[in-house]
């Protein structure tokens, strides 16, 4: 009570003096008592903030150290206006290469570094330091180039690295053809790297080429390697600077390129575009298809051949149009149908096999052991039957006796030319003579000859007496040599079981005597052929071919109907257009070939040499340099020849020439005649020796120990024949034959003006020009109009495999005719068809084309170790673990020995 009357009083005495100090001084002085009030405050402010920052100026320079003065300098020159960036463009010292280097370098920074970095600033800067980055690599590596001799990369270590390549995936298939299993692409890859690391004993790329995520690794690590040789130690411990040029060279260039290289449809279309000028032939297109083993391509070419008969049949044609529509209907049908057949062997697993098809049938085109024994294909094969039954020493005593033959007549001749010393030269040459004559008596006639030679002892004696007491002729061993022709002619053992055996029949093969049955009866079509004719080379059988008697060609005509001139890229012939009839059990057959006056001398050349008969009673009509085109010269021509053709078809001369049937029905067949001038006969011949079979797995370039000259053409042909078609695992008495021709060949050419263009060649190779060539090709490739390439979509499946048939019919059309006759049709088509299909796996092309990488660098930078490099890049391989683990239990127990 007491408390709420106190505070009462406290506010009426409060409220009572301001009322009256309001009446006295009026209502003005609230605003001056604000104004006093909020200028102290202010005043007071304004002083101790002064005091505070004094006070803090010396606290900082009593206890603090002295601040950095970076960030004031980075914001002033960041505040200064840009200047321009000047860039040095020399690279290499060529202008030509410099241009379009910068061109790429531009374009990379920009389309894989500026589209996202102007995101982030606008100042040029960073961009210009990669840029420096990579011209201080690009001409650290043209200095390096340019003192590089590139010689021996591309003559030995790319040849070598290609023929190692090709001898892996030989094994590869063989293996697989070994284990009797159809070939997948994933066995036949798996089985490659096996044989590579078996091979290279040290490395294995499988996860290289079949691992996308291990192949970038690979790159980025070969790449960060390259740039500490080529860039400036500052530079390369900018570890962002070096990251992105990594990255640029790595995934922007390395591996799209490498990635278009080893794309099979991409080498296709190169192969095809290469060799567009050559001529695809209807023969060469059946047989690719007759040899597929590709389901996808026959379904490929029959989709097409229904395609174009839906075309074909869908015009509206009259007059002269429709027999062209109808042969080509016919023709189309045909091969519909051999697709068809093809499709269904391959599917259900009932595949022809010719050979097992042609010995059963037993009716074969017969070659006379005279031509066998002078053939270089027939005698390989004869070779390896007369081994298989101990006839060995027969066939070798008559080789051996035609080389001493050879030598005796060489060497007489030397002696009938002038000479200082007469006397002297005769003595030694006569003692040479008899010292080999006697090696070959004692080798295959003697008691102690093994295998010895089993003819009459009359013989061998008299050869003995002669031997000791008379001097050596060339004609001393012709009695027995005789004999020992008789031999292998007559007894049942021999030449009579040869012409029963499978091997006589894989000759005929090789010598393209022996056409595959497969493209006839009810299977393939009713007997058209694919150019049309009833009569075509493909749907005739064995029976038909293999076997063409004198009686069947009693049955056959021929004359010139016609002539005519041709002009062939500027190259002007004649051209004489036969007509054949034959007479068959089902009725007459009739078609038209057509040949020059060169084939008709060919085939001239051949036959006479052949049979030696024959060059007394055919006269050829001879050549004319001048006029030769002249109608009336062309008739008299046509005229001549068909008084040829009729006197070479008389039943007289085809039963007094055996094996003169073969070689006119293959002059007047529809094909390309194959001339036949790769036959060289043998004229001279070493003693035999063993074959050599060698080491199972080892490089190519080791096993050419045998060329023992610098003739680089030698080398390069020899090793690529060796792995292409298989010389070496076959027989080393062909490929001493084939060496021997190349060796005269070169000769003829002058082997070192060969190797001067080769080396010239190469020179070209790595000129200015041609580099600079390169990079724009390049540049154009990945920026078409200065615009980055987008990724090429994959071609439809049916249209790759199509272009597969049509590469590998391209490959068999430039096949020459010399080769064939050379090394035989079914080896020379077998080569060029495993090279092609080679190069249709895109992880053994990636490993192709690292291992030339690889190579490269190596003849690049000789004095680092890049071969340990390599070796430790690919040491995660899982089929370099598999076979240390296989190597270890074949260790163990050397090791416990020791």
Not at 17 to 46: D, R, S
Not at 61 to 82: A, N, R, V, Y
Not at 484 to 501: G, N
Not at 637 to 650: E, F, I, P, S, V
């Amino acid at each position: 009570m007491m408390l709420a009357e106190t505070s009462l009083s406290i506010w009426g005495w409060g409220s009572l003096v301001i009322v009256l100090f309001l009446i006295k001084f009026g209502p003005f002085v609230i605003f001056y008592i604000f104004c006093f009030i909020g200028g102290g405050v202010v005043v007071t402010f304004l002083f101790g903030k002064t005091s505070s920052e004094k006070y803090l100026e010396q606290c900082e320079h009593s206890f603090l150290p002295p601040t950095s003065f970076g960030i004031t300098k980075c914001i002033d020159e960041m505040k200064q206006e840009s200047t321009s960036i000047k860039i040095d463009r020399r690279l290499t010292g060529a202008y030509i290469i410099d241009e379009p280097l910068q061109q790429v370098i531009q374009f990379s920074l920009r389309d894989y570094v500026q589209y996202w970095y102007y995101t982030l600033s606008d100042d040029d800067s960073f961009l210009h330091e990669i840029r420096k980055t990579l011209q201080n690599a690009l001409i650290k590596f043209s200095t390096r180039s340019k003192e590089i001799d590139w010689l021996p990369y591309f003559a030995t270590r790319l040849v070598d690295d290609f023929g190692t390549h090709l001898r892996i995936f030989r094994k590869a298939q063989q293996r697989i053809t070994e284990k009797d299993d159809k070939m997948k692409a994933e066995d036949l890859v798996d089985t490659f790297f096996e044989v590579e690391v078996e091979m290279e004993k040290d490395v294995c790329r499988d996860l290289v080429c079949t691992s996308p995520k291990d192949e970038e690794g690979f790159l980025r690590d070969l790449c960060e390697v390259l740039l500490y040789l080529l860039l400036p130690p500052g530079d390369f411990q900018n570890k962002i600077m070096r990251y992105f040029v990594r990255e640029i060279i790595a995934r922007g260039i390395l591996l799209p390129l490498i990635n278009q290289l080893s794309d099979p449809d991409y080498i296709n279309q190169y192969v095809i575009w290469m060799i567009r000028d050559s001529v695809c032939s209807y023969e060469a297109f059946m047989n690719i298809i007759k040899l597929s083993d590709n389901v996808g391509e026959l379904e490929a070419v029959r989709d097409k051949a229904m395609e174009e008969l839906q075309y074909l049949r869908s015009l509206d044609t009259a007059g002269d149009d429709i027999n062209y529509i109808k042969n080509q209907i016919n023709s189309l049908l045909f091969v519909k149908k051999v697709c068809d057949s093809r499709i269904v062997r391959l599917q259900t697993g009932k595949e022809i096999d010719t050979v097992k098809l042609a010995v059963k049938c037993g009716k074969l085109c017969t070659v006379p052991l005279d031509n066998i024994l002078v053939h270089n294909i027939a005698l390989q094969f004869f070779m390896d039957y007369m081994q298989q039954v101990g006839g060995q020493a027969h066939l070798f005593f008559w080789m051996t006796v035609e080389g001493y033959r050879v030598t005796a007549q060489q060497q007489l001749a030397v002696l009938s030319s002038p000479k200082k010393d007469g006397r002297h030269q005769t003595t030694q040459t006569k003692d040479l003579l008899r010292t080999a004559a006697v090696g070959v008596y004692e080798q295959y006639l003697s008691e102690k000859a093994s295998p010895r030679v089993n003819i009459d002892d009359a013989l061998v004696a008299k050869l003995a007496e002669k031997l000791n007491h008379e001097d050596p002729t060339p004609e001393i061993f012709d009695e027995v040599q005789r004999k020992v022709y008789e031999l292998m002619l007559r007894d049942e053992r021999f030449y009579p079981a040869f012409k029963q055996h499978v091997l006589y029949v894989r000759m005929l093969a090789e010598l393209d005597m022996l056409k595959d049955p497969s493209f006839r009866g009810s299977d393939d079509g009713e007997g058209e052929s694919f150019n049309g004719s009833p009569t075509g080379s493909i749907n005739l059988s064995l029976d038909d071919l293999s076997n063409v008697s004198s009686d069947d060609f009693i049955q056959l005509r021929a004359c010139i109907s016609d002539t005519g001139v041709c002009n062939d890229h500027g190259k002007t012939y004649a051209l004489y257009a036969i007509t054949v009839r034959r007479r068959t059990p089902n009725g007459e057959d009739v078609w038209k070939t057509y040949r020059r006056y060169s084939e008709f001398h060919d085939f001239h050349m051949r036959i006479t040499e052949q049979f030696a008969n024959l060059a007394s009673i055919l006269k050829l009509p001879g050549k004319k340099t001048f006029n030769n085109m002249d109608r009336e010269f062309l008739e008299k021509r046509k005229k001549d020849l068909n008084a040829y053709l009729q006197l070479l078809l008389t039943p007289e001369m085809m039963k007094d020439s055996p094996g003169l049937a073969h070689c006119v029905y293959d002059f007047l067949e529809n094909k390309a005649y194959n001339k036949g001038k790769g036959d060289f006969a043998r004229k001279e011949s070493p003693l035999m020796q063993k074959t050599y079979v060698d080491p199972e797995h080892s490089r190519v370039g080791a096993q050419l120990e045998d060329v023992v000259d610098d003739t680089i053409p030698l080398r390069i042909m020899l090793l690529l024949m060796d792995e292409i078609f298989d010389l070496k695992e076959r027989n080393q008495w062909l490929r001493r034959n084939i060496k021997n021709l190349l060796q005269q060949l070169i000769k003829a050419m002058h082997g070192d003006t060969l190797n001067k263009k080769i080396v010239d060649h190469v020179d070209w190779m790595t000129s200015p020009e041609q580099v600079a060539d390169a990079v724009k090709r390049f540049r154009d490739a990945f920026w078409p109009n200065g615009i980055l390439a987008e990724a090429v979509p994959r071609r439809d499946k049916a249209i790759r495999m199509r272009t597969r048939i049509a590469g590998k019919t391209k490959l068999l059309g430039i096949m020459p005719d010399e080769l064939k006759h050379i090394l035989g049709a079914e080896t020379t088509r077998k080569g060029i068809l495993r090279v092609f299909e080679m190069f249709q796996h895109t992880q053994l092309n990636k490993r192709m084309v690292y291992v030339f990488l690889e190579g490269f660098l190596e003849t690049l930078f000789p004095m680092y170790k890049f071969r340990e490099l390599f070796n430790k890049l690919h040491s995660r391989s899982k089929q370099m673990q598999r076979y240390k683990h296989r190597l270890q239990p074949t260790q163990a127990p050397s090791l416990q020995k020791r």
